[in-house]
């Protein structure tokens, strides 16, 4: 990455590419990845731009899932040592990295295994808010881009295009 760096420097545009596409075959990490599309939009390689765009998506996908894992596998651990508050914190981590129904699952088995009804409705109840309040951030995030893209509409028929 480094070398692409200075190949950039000197304006060297497709050494930086190549460069950066070596480093990609040896270890894809996010950083790498988005270097590489900044490279492409360069060059103005919109096929390789799409490329890495997915290849982008599916490297930050599976970085979720191994952390969503991560915390799952902990959670079990708590179990087995009866430490449930734990393991209701962990499940609970679990959905914050990535809301899945699935994991949801897993911690009402837990509290249905520990005989608390309690906390499966509690637990729901927690799911359910959290799910309304990452439904309601993405459509203020829509919202604010449909507003971004009107006014840029606005200012290009001000300029005649």
Same mark, same amino acid.
């Given at each position: 990455?480094?070398?692409?760096?200075?190949?950039?420097?000197?304006?060297? #545009? +497709? @050494?930086? %590419?190549?460069?950066? /596409? $070596?480093?990609?075959?040896?270890?894809?990490? !996010?950083?790498?990845? =988005?270097? *590489?599309?900044?490279?492409?939009?360069?060059?103005?390689?919109?096929?390789?731009?799409?490329?890495?765009?997915?290849?982008?998506?599916?490297?930050?996908?599976?970085?979720?899932?191994?952390?969503?894992?991560? #915390? +799952? @596998?902990? %959670?079990?651990?708590? /179990? $087995?040592?009866?430490?449930?508050?734990?393991? !209701?914190?962990?499940? =609970?981590? *679990?959905?914050?990295?990535?809301?899945?129904?699935?994991?949801?699952?897993?911690?009402?088995?837990?509290?249905?295994?520990?005989?608390?009804?309690?906390?499966?409705?509690?637990?729901?109840?927690?799911?359910? #808010?959290?799910?309304?309040?990452?439904?309601?951030?993405?459509?203020?995030?829509?919202?604010?881009?449909?507003?971004?893209?009107?006014?840029?509409?606005?200012?290009?028929?001000?300029?005649?295009?």
């Amino acid at each position: 990455m480094i070398e692409s760096e200075n190949f950039l420097k000197k304006n060297d #545009k +497709i @050494n930086a %590419a190549v460069k950066i /596409e $070596k480093a990609l075959k040896i270890a894809a990490s !996010i950083n790498l990845i =988005q270097k *590489a599309i900044s490279i492409n939009l360069l060059l103005k390689n919109e096929n390789r731009v799409v490329e890495l765009e997915e290849m982008l998506k599916d490297t930050k996908r599976k970085e979720i899932q191994s952390k969503v894992q991560e #915390k +799952i @596998n902990k %959670a079990e651990e708590s /179990e $087995k040592r009866t430490d449930y508050k734990g393991a !209701i914190r962990y499940f =609970q981590e *679990a959905i914050k990295i990535e809301p899945q129904n699935s994991t949801l699952k897993k911690l009402i088995d837990l509290c249905v295994r520990i005989n608390r009804p309690d906390l499966t409705e509690k637990i729901t109840e927690w799911f359910n #808010k959290y799910q309304y309040s990452i439904l309601e951030k993405e459509k203020k995030q829509a919202h604010e881009e449909l507003k971004q893209s009107k006014n840029n509409g606005d200012e290009s028929q001000k300029d005649g295009i």
